[in-house]
């Protein structure tokens, strides 16, 4: 392949200075005069007069420098397009998020991921934890994103970020008249849940089971905002996470004495699906802006 000769050759003609030729393509002034001279035999001709004070191209040479600089094109452009034939990400990525991944984190990775990747078609299933292990378990989903546990054997689970909870009430709640507000005063309260399957709930009922709290009744919705909607109209108290609770000022957060509420967030995927590059490069991104 005559390449590095062809593009010597061009920078020569266009210099017409061997010492500068060599200097900009970093090579020695032999090599130079070596690629010309191995092209000279080449073709057959002599390329260029070179005498102490200047370079001049013969009519043959002329010839050549036309060719020479199409065919240094036509090389970089086949590189490029071998290049993205193999790097070019497109194809389409299917991700499962449970409610509070899906309505509040996921949305500034979805961002980050597609101005990278903007040729990737993606489609988000938002449901429960529980729904979501179901996608994922029958291949309707490439990956998914949980803040609960599940107990499919048949899935991996790997946490990638952790999530603080807040017990929330409505702003004129007389428990935030109260000094050294503990757990255990709060018996008897009305908790307003998600539905069965929420890993919100689960960790709701975890903390009262956890620390001896009876509930007087739970009234069940289906979404966060429908929670918060319920706790500012004095219907009960309720635990969500911090991310659902940002920018929301008409919400009081409960200060409870020693009681922090945190949790994993965990990605779920099945070992029987061939990995692809799609969900590759969006856990490779999820992974480094969950680590901000």
């Known amino acids: 392949m005559y390449y590095e000769a062809l593009k010597t050759f061009v ?5 017409r200075n061997f010492t500068k030729v060599a200097e900009k393509l970093r090579i020695s002034q032999p090599s130079v005069s070596l690629h010309i001279k191995n092209l000279e035999e080449e073709f057959q001709t002599t390329l260029l007069k070179r005498t102490p004070k200047m ?5 043959t040479g002329e010839m050549l420098y036309e060719r020479a600089k199409q065919i240094l094109h036509l090389y970089k452009q086949a590189k490029q397009e071998i290049y993205e034939h193999h790097h070019f990400v497109q194809g389409k990525l299917t991700i499962g998020a449970s409610f509070t991944i899906g309505e509040y984190v996921l949305p500034k990775l979805l961002s980050e991921f597609h101005q990278l990747y903007p040729h990737v078609e993606i489609e988000v299933l938002i449901d429960n934890t529980a729904q979501i292990a179901e996608h994922v378990r029958l291949f ?9 546990r599940i107990n499919h054997t048949e899935l991996q689970i790997s946490p990638f970020s952790e999530d603080e909870l807040s017990i929330i009430v409505e702003e004129n709640s007389l428990f935030l008249t109260q000094k050294n507000l503990s757990l255990s005063d709060l018996q008897n309260q009305t ?6 399957g929420s890993g919100t709930r689960e960790y709701l009922k975890h903390v009262l089971d956890s620390n001896g709290l009876k509930a007087r009744a739970f009234i069940t919705m289906s979404s966060n905002q429908a929670i918060k909607e319920a706790v500012l109209n004095g219907m009960g108290m309720s635990m969500l996470s911090t991310y659902a609770l940002k920018k929301e000022e008409r919400i009081a957060i409960l200060p409870v004495k020693e009681a922090v509420f945190k949790r994993k967030f965990s990605y779920i995927e099945s070992p029987v699906i061939e990995e692809n590059k799609n969900k590759a ?12």
Request: charged letters at 30%; aromatic letters at 6%; proline letters at 3%.
């Open 281 to 292: 490069l969006f856990l490779t991104l999820l992974k480094k802006l969950m680590k901000k």
């Open 140 to 148: 309707q989903a490439d990956i998914g994103l949980i803040e609960g």
């Open 191 to 196: 908790w307003i849940t998600r539905e069965k």
């Open 55 to 59: 370079v001049t191209v013969t009519p």
């Open 11 to 15: 920078n020569v003609v266009e210099e």
